[in-house]
């Protein structure tokens, strides 16, 4: 988990975000997660080579990321906090609250055959 900077405003609060500043690595693409029903789940991958950092830019989720030996759950629920999953790292996002967004940057732009979306053949890779 990361705590990214807070500038606070009477009129609002922001959060810059930079490459290899806040985020440990350089940016490649950007995307998010919306209109995902409350208590549903999404991801269930790993990455061969891809970093991926996690906000939830409005309501919660948790997301459970395991090594292979190790499961933690980490909760999301602040916009100013953000989770790094470095590749290896097999993670589920779980458990969204009603009209949550999971804002995520990425990387590397999209590539299918950076994605482990089989757990068994995790298990076997992380050996």
């Known amino acids: 988990m990361i705590t990214l900077p ?3 405003n009477r ?9 290899n500043i806040e985020i440990p690595f350089d940016v490649k693409r950007v995307f998010y997660l919306y209109d995902i029903p409350g208590g549903e789940s999404r991801g269930a991958h790993a990455h ?6 996690l906000i939830a830019a409005s309501g ?7 090594d292979g030996h ?3 759950l980490f909760q999301l629920k602040q ?10 790292i097999w993670a589920s996002e779980i458990n969204f609250s009603s009209g949550s967004i999971c804002l995520v940057f990425a990387s590397h732009t999209y ?6 979306r089989d757990y068994n053949e995790y298990l076997q890779l992380v050996k």
Not at 48 to 53: P, S, T, V
Not at 60 to 66: D, G, P, R
Not at 111 to 116: A, E, I
Request: aromatic share 10%; hydrophobic share 25%.
């Open 6 to 8: 807070k500038i606070k």
């Open 48 to 53: 061969k080579e891809c970093h991926q950092f």
């Open 11 to 19: 009129s609002g609060n922001i959060t810059p975000i930079h490459n």
């Open 70 to 72: 190790t499961q933690r």
């Open 60 to 66: 919660s989720f948790e997301v459970l990321a395991n």
């Open 111 to 116: 590539d299918p055959s950076d994605y482990v």
């Open 79 to 88: 916009p100013y906090m953000g989770l790094h999953i470095p590749p290896g």
